[in-house]
């Protein structure tokens, strides 16, 4: 929503869509798709659509994301596709390991890519909403030890210069930072996405290495592109209590709405345009 705008759209992530990536990510998918296939009966059965999705669960290969659906190559199709479903905006990533795959080294072809995919969504007047960072960064970050070192946000800082200098031109609004509660809920405290570490500790570390993160992308932006409108999407949980009548629950159940919801929006409110809210309890 913005003045007298209402949007209608929809919404990808690169490492989901693009296909033919190198990150963080196609490296743990690599190495751990046959574990993950061996165990889905384990972690998986429980589902109610179990019997129709046992065959794909247990093949190894469903766990690389390869080619994903060629997106990259075949984004303008996508585009036309939007047009016929009346949409009238599109949220989209900007992956980080393409654009700097190697520390210091910019891949100026794909910035020519990103380039031409706003325009071609400004051709089909679909209001172009940039998406920076969604869980995967380039494979050198990650060996320096990604997020969870504050040394390394100064890579980040350079990543968002770059991005600002080379792409905000035809974009109205950007967020900078995708779920980053259920980043450091997956990869840093359940131990289910790469890298996989079980430390609550390191978790809040990484959370609030993000805040930081996301304020520094904010002044950076906000000094060379002041129109822009800059946010984040967090992911807003439907946390209810066990025993809504017992006093204990309850408070438990506040201190989690308030942790996972809410402590970090409120520790960005002053460098924050809009918030996205991702919503899947409906």
């Known amino acids: 929503m913005a003045k007298n705008k209402f949007y209608w759209g929809a919404s990808t992530a690169a490492h989901q ?7 963080q990510w196609t490296q743990w998918e690599l190495a751990h798709a046959h574990e993950l296939a061996k165990t889905a009966r384990s972690r998986l059965s ?4 179990w019997p129709k999705i046992k065959a794909e669960a247990t093949d190894p290969n469903n766990y690389v994301s390869g080619a994903g659906v060629e997106h ?9 596709l939007l047009t016929q479903l009346n949409l ?16 210091g080294e ?12 706003i325009l071609e969504l400004r051709k089909r007047n679909i209001e172009p909403f940039l998406n920076i960072w969604h869980w995967t960064v380039p494979v050198w970050f990650a060996e320096k030890g990604g997020f969870a070192s504050r040394a390394n946000l100064k890579y980040f800082d350079r990543f968002i210069q ?6 905000l031109d035809e974009v109205k609004f950007v967020i900078t930072l995708n779920e980053p509660n259920v980043y450091m809920g997956m990869s840093y405290s359940d131990g289910v996405w790469p890298p996989q570490e079980k430390n609550r500790f390191k978790a809040l570390w990484v959370y609030n290495n993000l805040k930081i993160a996301h304020k520094r992308a904010y002044k950076i932006i906000k000094a060379h592109k002041p129109a822009v409108q800059i946010g984040v999407a967090q992911q807003i949980a439907n946390i209810q209590a066990y025993r809504p009548d017992f006093w204990l629950d309850e ?20 460098q924050m345009d809009f918030v996205g809210v991702n919503y899947y309890f409906t």
Do not use: C
């Not at 990259?72 to 036309?80: I, L, Y």
């Not at 770059?162 to 792409?167: D, F, P, Y």
């Open 46 to 49: 429980y589902l109610p659509n």
């Open 88 to 103: 009238n905006s599109f949220r989209f990533t900007i992956e980080w390991s393409r654009l700097e795959p190697n520390e």
């Open 162 to 167: 770059k991005v600002t200098s080379e792409l």
């Open 72 to 80: 990259f190559k075949r984004f303008q199709e996508d585009f036309d």
């Open 106 to 117: 910019w891949n100026e072809s794909a910035f020519r890519h990103y380039k031409n995919y």
């Open 17 to 23: 869509v693009e296909g033919g990536l190198v990150n």
């Open 251 to 270: 408070l438990v159940v506040k201190v989690m709405r308030y942790g996972w919801n809410w402590w970090w929006l409120n520790r960005i409110k002053r």
